[in-house]
């Protein structure tokens, strides 16, 4: 029970995006197509978890015992921007469309404040090791969750009669605000 809590909190309560405002960037630059918004969030839930579950074991395994506690900033750093490197090499040998879809973003993933905050907050909480993988994997599916949400919402007010100064990402913020509004009703779930 203790797995699910973590999870439905980490999913919809806690959402990195509407309710910690980690991971912007991202969520306003690929959200404009909806195939680009799943795209970027399989991505994600790759990177976020591969180097969640990476950072615990260098932390755990080796900064610990090393009593090198405080350089797990700069190591988790090292480690989320080779593997980030290692996703998009993957990603341009088996898909390169996808790759050309996303564009700039899927580097960017090394910068995504989203998969260092996973990481950092896994050791911050003294999750054990399924506990971080749990927490990972709701972390980066509620990225994904919003991100397609809001693709789709995005996509529909391309094709509206929206006023022209609120045209692009004025109409975006407005419409992210009221999706955090409406998410802040699961606060009472677990």
């Known amino acids: 029970m203790n797995l699910l809590t973590l999870f439905l909190s980490a999913l919809l309560i806690n959402n990195v995006i509407l309710s910690k405002f980690i991971g912007m960037c991202p969520f306003m630059g690929v959200s404009t197509k909806l195939s680009s918004a799943i795209g970027m969030g399989v991505a994600v839930i790759f990177v976020i978890f591969g180097a969640s579950v990476l950072s615990w074991a260098l932390y755990y395994y080796a900064l610990v015992p090393l009593g090198l506690e ?6 988790f750093i090292l480690l989320i921007a080779a593997f980030v490197q290692f996703v998009e090499m993957f990603i341009k040998k088996n898909s390169p469309a996808l790759y050309k879809s996303l564009g700039i973003y899927l580097p960017l993933i090394t910068t995504n404040c989203a998969v260092l905050y996973v990481a950092l907050d896994n050791i911050t909480q003294k999750y054990n090791l399924i506990e971080t993988m749990v927490n990972s994997i709701a972390v980066s599916a509620g990225f994904m969750l919003v991100l397609v949400i809001f ?21 975006a913020f407005v419409v992210a605000a009221i999706m955090a509004i409406a998410f802040s009703a699961f606060a009472g779930l677990v």
């Open 70 to 75: 405080y350089m797990k900033l700069i190591c």
């Open 151 to 171: 693709a789709t919402i995005r996509e529909r007010l391309a094709a509206s009669d929206v006023p022209e100064a609120w045209k692009g990402n004025p109409i």
